[in-house]
């Protein structure tokens, strides 16, 4: 009987874009945004990425003055584990698989380390290159899907 309760729980949790935990103290909730917050912090320190590439609808959204705190990063979460999308601009030269590589293990890093949840993937997808002396503006026209 336990085990349904605690099913109902997860669906819950994931149905409202957020990882529960419950204790004899109270549940504590990580909603997806804090999660994408705590990646994309941890995707920009690494060297060789210039920033975060959202799609065409959180383009849309800046245009019109409404920032998206989470943009190009797509957070899911499966059974007990997250899954992150993320998509970058790099810079131009740098080795591209080195640093998607060091990506990964950043954002795992960070993420189980401040929440204590299970990172299954970090998927990163390099959106487009940015140039030396190109500004953020041109990288993003080519950038979104």
Do not use: C, Y
């Not at 009987?1 to 994931?14: D, F, K, L, R, Y």
């Amino acid at each position: 009987m336990s085990g349904h309760i605690e099913s109902n729980v997860e669906t819950e949790a994931v149905a409202n874009g957020s990882v529960d935990d419950a204790t004899d103290l109270g549940a504590v909730q990580i909603h997806n945004n804090v999660v994408a917050t705590i990646a994309r912090l941890a995707a920009l320190k690494v060297p060789g990425v210039a920033e975060m590439s959202g799609t065409f609808v959180e383009g849309l959204a800046g245009m019109i003055g409404k920032q998206v705190a989470d943009r190009g990063i797509r957070v899911d979460f499966e059974d007990s584990h997250v899954v992150i999308e993320l998509h970058v601009v790099i810079d131009f030269g740098v080795r591209i698989p080195q640093v998607a590589w060091q990506i990964q293990n950043e954002v795992r890093q960070a993420v189980e380390q401040m929440t204590g949840k299970n990172v299954k993937a970090v998927n990163v997808i390099v959106q487009s290159l940015r140039f030396r002396g190109e500004d953020a503006s041109a990288g993003e026209e080519g950038g979104n899907p």
